[in-house]
């Protein structure tokens, strides 16, 4: 992970104070982009953990060009002059407050600049080779932070207005009977996951809710825990989850795919 600014605290304590928000439309942005170019890395990496083998140079080649994809990304949301904003459909919502913007460049951009360093090296034209299974471990460990700082920060921008307008529009699109799964993304799924795992069970460690996260082993979810979870989710996205499909459910991930699949089909 990238290494905590030493006024980390102080920063969310200022954000919840002065209520220092990120509009719903700029985290769809974040998560649809950045999302998307996360779960690529991280299903080139567990390609290769799986089998235990090496990163070919190609396939870490297109490691490379989803570091770059996600650096452009925060570097066009961080913008702060309004005269230059590369987003002119969400200029209400534009430029970001200082503080924002340090820890959007400070933390993604960190680990995304640790993964592109260590991709690099093994890409040099002066001794390319595969990226070995060790090296890709921390590649799969930097990714993950991303996940866990943007849940984090979203989490503490979101909570006031923007979350209740999230589930808001969810009820409207429930009602009016409009497909959830154009309305939703995975990413958005996520976080209401994220958010009710960490508000409704203080025995979970918040930096441990990432995708793939074992409930049982890594989280320490019981039974009881998981059908209780399956009761909060039930009513924040207004769908029926059997208990059955509860029970078949490892990881996080699985669960938010399970939901977003669900939403799609309604």
Request: proline share 5%; aromatic share 8%.
């Amino acid at each position: 992970m990238a290494n905590p600014l030493p006024n980390e605290k102080y920063l969310f304590e200022k954000i919840e104070q002065e209520q220092l928000g990120i509009s719903k439309e700029i985290w769809d942005l974040l998560y649809n982009r950045i999302g998307d170019d996360i779960t690529a890395i991280n299903l080139i990496c567990q390609c290769s953990l799986m089998d235990e083998e090496a990163i070919p140079i190609n396939e870490a080649m297109m490691i490379i060009q989803h570091t770059h994809h996600i650096k452009d990304i925060i570097n066009k949301v961080t913008m702060s002059k309004i005269d230059n904003l590369p987003f002119p459909e969400f200029i209400d919502s534009l430029p970001l407050h200082p503080v924002l913007r340090d820890m959007l460049t400070h933390y993604i951009g960190n680990d995304i600049y640790i993964i592109n360093l260590i991709v690099q090296d093994s890409i040099d034209p002066a001794d390319p080779h595969p990226v070995p299974p060790d090296v890709v471990r921390k590649i799969v460990e930097h990714a993950s932070e991303v996940s866990v700082f943007m849940n984090k920060l979203c989490s503490a921008t979101s909570r006031l207005k923007d979350v209740c307008c999230l589930e808001g529009d969810l009820k409207n699109s429930t009602s009016s009977g409009s497909n959830l799964k154009s309305e939703w993304s995975r990413g958005e799924v996520f976080i209401k996951v994220f958010n009710a795992i960490s508000r409704n069970f203080k025995f979970c460690d918040e930096s441990k809710i990432v995708p793939k996260a074992d409930f049982k082993k890594d989280l320490g979810f019981d039974l009881p825990a998981m059908l209780r979870l399956a009761e909060i989710l039930e009513k924040t996205f207004s769908l029926e989850i059997l208990r059955n499909d509860m029970n078949q459910i490892k990881m996080v991930d699985d669960l938010v795919e399970y939901i977003y699949s669900k939403l799609g089909s309604n």
